[in-house]
């Protein structure tokens, strides 16, 4: 399957009551970031690189046990010794704890960082590390933590486990995840990486599908908020740079990590993108709630189908009355046959008018229904897709290549809302 990507500037008219509030939070009239908004982190680099930081041997010692707890790969243990012992620069991903199943805008975040510290290391800044971090409660950030796959139907269910009973938790997935060729392997994968601690079960997960260069994972906050947890353990590691807190260009935040802002995007199936065609819809109009079902639903129609046939039937009428006048001057009067063929026509045209109500009406019905389904796929809940779509009904659909094509068409440097087409492109 191809991917393809539309940068959506979403700069439409919107108040502080309108339901795309949050699209237009997260979206900026700015293009891509400017070259500019790197040397920040080269500045925090050279400001970290002077202050020695060695961690705690206890605190190092438990998020060592953490690691080999999630996934006892060396390499994510020398990952974290590089910055408990001042050797490298953290790169901060901030996640939900508390919920197992992966989140889009988490997958987004994660995506931004990874690519980030890449950024980073080619600019020669140092060795520097994707910090996987646990830390946002529900409540924080807006956060609902919502964790949704969708059905077929376009009826949203929650699988976000946050704790309890394992097994029936996979049996309940097995039986929600909609029936696709990926559903087996998906679910294989998620019954390796079971464990009863939410934040294990995602931890064992993102290291399965972000398996990069120079990555580890931080051990759960248990107290605080984030900020406050944040400026601690800024104190503690060489943190370059926070993904999803803000924009790079506003200088040096004081006690804290560079901000770098997240992708914001919106995944547009085939279906999806069919609809829009359909309803001559933009997907700019959706998410920032400007497009109305009840108008979109009639776009195609005629306002009254009944004035329609009604003007049909006389102007049919009409010319069967000039052709008999016509026929009349030739010395020719077809009275009963033309009679025969005004009852006819009148006739057929009554049931043509009751079959255009009805048709009329059904096909409202229909379009109301998959403008529907099409505003539940855009902005499930009435929230930003990306703040409720489980990662989960995405990999179930698409398969594990969803995420390597998702990665090559996502611009990182563009601070703009994105549109990713997952349908054919036209040959």
Known sequence: MSYRVRKLPLTTTRDAHSRAHTLARLSRRRGKLPKSAYTNFQVMARRLGRHPFKLDPAIEEAQLEWLKRINRARRYNDAMRTLTRGEGFAVVVPVMKGVAAPRLDEVLRLLAGLELARQLRNRRVGKVVTLIWPCLDIGEWDETGMSAIMQRNGELDDIGFRGGDLSRYLQMLRGSLPGTGFSSLLMDQLSRDADEDPNVFKARLLLRWFDDEAVTYLAPTTDGNFETNLRQWFRRIPMVACVGTGSPTGGLPPGEPVPFPGVSATIIEGKVEGWLSKFALQPEEVLAGEARPDTASRRHLPEDSAVVVNAAKESVL?????????????????????????????????????????????EVDVNGKQLGKLFQYMLPDGRPQQEVMSLLHYLDFYGPDFLEGLRDVLQFDDVRHQAVYLAEEEA
């Open 318 to 362: 009409g010319a069967m009355l000039r052709l008999e006048m016509g026929l009349e001057d030739l010395g020719f009067k077809p009275e009963s046959e033309v009679k025969k063929a005004l009852t006819s026509t009148d006739i057929g045209f009554d049931k043509l008018r009751q079959r255009a109500a009805t048709e009329t009406a059904r």
